[in-house]
């Protein structure tokens, strides 16, 4: 366990990969419009709210996540309710690539 992980020896790994966030000040996305990030949280942030154990760490993520759970699957709605065979296979690539700029990099 590393000095700066307080938490366990079992999360000290997934703690210690984080450093790289420790001084990244852009939002948890780019573009992204959760409550969390356009609120101005940081992913420094959230490395410093988890490296010290506090649960508005896991609000946040949860926030996060939770808002683009739930954009996807208002897209899969929206996909799959269009009849046209080429419009229905443009929004499922529209749909492939919102997922991937929502993804934490």
């Not at 990244?24 to 992204?32: I, M, T, V």
């Not at 269009?82 to 993804?103: G, T, Y």
Request: hydrophobic content about 40%; some cysteine.
């Amino acid at each position: 366990m590393c000095n700066y992980c307080v938490v366990s020896r079992f999360l000290c790994p997934v703690f210690c990969l984080l450093f790289r966030f420790e001084d990244d000040f852009r939002p948890l996305s780019p573009n992204c419009q959760c409550p969390a990030c356009s609120g101005g949280c940081t992913r420094a942030y959230v490395h410093h709210l988890l490296h010290n154990g506090e649960l508005l760490a896991g609000i946040h993520l949860m926030q996060h996540n939770l808002f683009h759970y739930l954009s996807f699957f208002e897209a899969v709605r929206k996909a799959l309710s269009i009849p046209d065979n080429e419009e229905q296979i443009k929004a499922w690539d529209r749909l492939k690539m919102q997922v991937h700029h929502s993804l934490v990099v």
